[in-house]
């Protein structure tokens, strides 16, 4: 048994405390994996992000395995990791805010609602900008209740990836998350 495996010894924290990169350094790198991240997520399209499934966050999993090495290079510092955290949080805050305060910035970071369906006609410019297909409007009408594309007078995609519908006649339409449209 050598000296550091002897009973009572604390165990090796050698490298836990000490920075390896520079804290400038990694506030920098964590700002650019995180804008690289966010225009990635956000060129995936609304409807990517607002039906995420099983894959997508394998996916978003494996990327931020991916960026860890990324944002704090060979540091396994304790505090190298919660810098990397705090510059990631605080990033989020700023684009929060920056996207509810400001309507030019609030459009690029989250992006605008698409009308997808209008007068019980399906926008097929606005269906193949979004990547979606015909079925899937369907089956958010007959979330809401409708059943034929003649009775839907807008469907619109909004920017949580959620579909709304506002039918013909007049009625009150809920969905799981809350009232999208009450129509006279």
């Known amino acids: 048994m050598g000296i550091r ?3 009572g010894d604390p165990p090796d924290t050698e490298g836990m405390t000490d920075m390896a990169t520079p804290a400038l350094q990694i506030v920098g790198r964590s700002l650019l994996v995180y804008v690289g991240v966010l225009v990635g997520l956000r060129l995936m399209g609304k409807r ?4 995420m499934t099983v894959f997508d966050l394998v996916v978003i999993l494996l990327i931020s395995n991916a960026v860890q090495n990324a944002m704090v290079g060979a540091d396994v510092s304790i505090q190298g990791g919660l810098l990397a955290a705090g510059v990631l949080l605080v990033t989020n805050r700023v684009i929060a805010a920056l996207r509810v305060h400001s309507g030019v910035w609030g459009r690029l970071i989250e ?3 698409t ?10 410019p606005a269906l193949r900008k979004e990547g979606l297909e015909r079925q899937q409007v369907e089956t958010a009408m007959r ?16 920017t949580d990836g959620s579909i709304s519908i506002v039918p013909e ?16």
């Open 111 to 113: 992006g605008t609602p």
């Open 48 to 51: 990517e992000l607002g039906q």
């Open 169 to 184: 006649e007049t009625r009150m339409i809920r969905t799981r998350k809350h009232v999208r449209q009450i129509r006279h």
């Open 143 to 158: 979330e809401h209740g409708i059943d034929s594309i003649e009775q839907v007078k807008l469907a619109v995609l909004e």
């Open 5 to 7: 495996e002897s009973v």
């Open 115 to 124: 009308v997808l369906v209008q007068e019980g006609q399906f926008l097929e």
